[in-house]
């Protein structure tokens, strides 16, 4: 099965760039080695559903354009924000990912990491219920209108961990806290021994477009907040800056302009296993490579 979701999110990955993406650009999407992109790659040209033209790029054939549906999206991704997302881990050398609306969700387009670092477990390519027990969920929490905010906060405040925020008051006091830092953070609060911390975007009117946020494990958190924090800052001002150059401008459509964000009933996928006695939410691998 996870097989067979690789190689589908491989596939609509292909269907929304009709430009062709190179394999190490396939690979760094999927969470994947190069290796393992190529392999992909190499059968599906074989069974004639990828070809593999001038430059490098792989795209799929006409055939298979009419059969793969093209990933609903808001616009490429400004490439000032994916060289922002590789400073930020060179610098910080954890797992780190952007974070940005899409189609009525919180999702994570990009993500950058080394194979052997430890993945978040369950955490999938949306947020949806389990935003208030994410460092890059809160900060789209924060960005809420009150009647989105009060949306989310009734369907109930489930528990991934024993430290999981699962009082509304409680909730409203951080989220507080954020609007008047511009940072979040987690402390094993979706899973155990992990822990992240998130700083929003802006654009050029001071709009949260996107979050930048970094996954550690508790201990490098315990001795290492302070240091990542102010690498993190450092990096969101860089971004925003960069956003605000007139001849890039930012395509990621500003958080609070999406009152339904955090709505998952939108996404049949996104579904909780809370009643079998489970933690995972079904949406399908990490994005991060």
């Not at 062709?20 to 690979?27: Q, S, V």
């Not at 430059?55 to 999206?73: F, H, K, N, Q």
């Not at 024993?162 to 909730?171: E, R, S």
């Given at each position: 099965?996870?097989?067979?979701?690789?190689?589908?999110?491989?596939?609509?990955?292909?269907?929304?760039?009709?430009?062709?993406?190179?394999?190490?650009?396939?690979?760094?999407?999927?969470?994947?080695?190069?290796?393992?992109?190529?392999?992909?790659?190499?059968?599906?040209?074989?069974e004639?559903?990828?070809?593999?033209?001038?430059?490098?790029?792989?795209?799929?054939?006409?055939?298979?354009?009419?059969?793969?549906?093209?990933?609903?999206?808001?616009?490429?991704?400004?490439?000032?924000?994916e060289?922002?997302?590789?400073?930020?881990?060179?610098?910080?050398h954890?797992?780190?990912?952007?974070?940005?609306?899409?189609?009525?969700?919180?999702?994570?387009?990009?993500?950058?990491?080394?194979?052997?670092?430890?993945?978040?477990?369950?955490?999938?390519?949306?947020?949806?219920?389990n935003?208030?027990?994410?460092?890059?969920?809160?900060?789209?929490?924060?960005?809420?209108?009150?009647?989105?905010?009060?949306?989310?906060?009734?369907?109930?405040?489930?528990?991934?961990?024993p430290?999981?925020?699962?009082?509304?008051?409680?909730?409203?006091?951080?989220?507080?806290?954020?609007?008047?830092?511009?940072?979040?953070?987690?402390?094993?609060?979706?899973?155990?021994?992990?822990?992240?911390?998130?700083?929003?975007?802006?654009?050029?009117?001071?709009?949260?477009?996107a979050?930048?946020?970094?996954?550690?494990?508790?201990?490098?958190?315990?001795?290492?907040?302070?240091?990542?924090?102010?690498?993190?800052?450092?990096?969101?001002?860089?971004?925003?800056?960069?956003?605000?150059?007139?001849?890039?401008?930012?395509?990621?459509?500003?958080?609070?302009?999406d009152?339904?964000?955090?709505?998952?009933?939108?996404?049949?996928?996104?579904?909780?296993?809370?009643?079998?006695?489970?933690?995972?939410?079904?949406?399908?691998?990490?994005?991060?490579?």
């Amino acid at each position: 099965m996870s097989t067979a979701r690789t190689v589908l999110r491989l596939l609509t990955l292909l269907a929304a760039d009709p430009d062709g993406l190179r394999a190490d650009e396939i690979a760094q999407r999927l969470g994947k080695s190069t290796s393992t992109a190529y392999n992909l790659l190499d059968t599906l040209c074989r069974e004639g559903f990828v070809v593999h033209g001038d430059g490098g790029a792989y795209r799929l054939t006409a055939d298979a354009s009419a059969l793969v549906p093209s990933a609903p999206t808001t616009g490429r991704l400004p490439t000032s924000l994916e060289g922002i997302l590789d400073e930020l881990f060179e610098r910080t050398h954890k797992r780190v990912y952007l974070a940005a609306a899409q189609s009525g969700n919180v999702v994570i387009p990009l993500a950058r990491g080394r194979q052997g670092m430890p993945r978040i477990p369950g955490l999938g390519a949306r947020i949806g219920e389990n935003a208030h027990a994410l460092a890059l969920g809160k900060i789209a929490l924060s960005l809420l209108d009150e009647r989105g905010l009060e949306r989310y906060l009734a369907r109930g405040l489930r528990t991934f961990t024993p430290v999981t925020i699962v009082d509304p008051a409680l909730l409203r006091d951080q989220l507080d806290e954020i609007r008047a830092t511009d940072l979040a953070f987690d402390v094993e609060e979706f899973r155990e021994d992990f822990c992240c911390l998130a700083a929003p975007v802006r654009n050029v009117r001071g709009q949260a477009v996107a979050a930048l946020g970094v996954s550690m494990s508790a201990r490098c958190f315990e001795l290492e907040r302070d240091a990542i924090t102010n690498t993190l800052r450092e990096v969101a001002l860089r971004a925003s800056a960069a956003l605000g150059v007139p001849e890039a401008p930012a395509q990621v459509p500003a958080i609070p302009e999406d009152p339904a964000v955090l709505e998952s009933r939108r996404w049949p996928d996104l579904t909780s296993a809370a009643s079998a006695g489970q933690t995972d939410i079904s949406i399908g691998e990490e994005v991060a490579s």
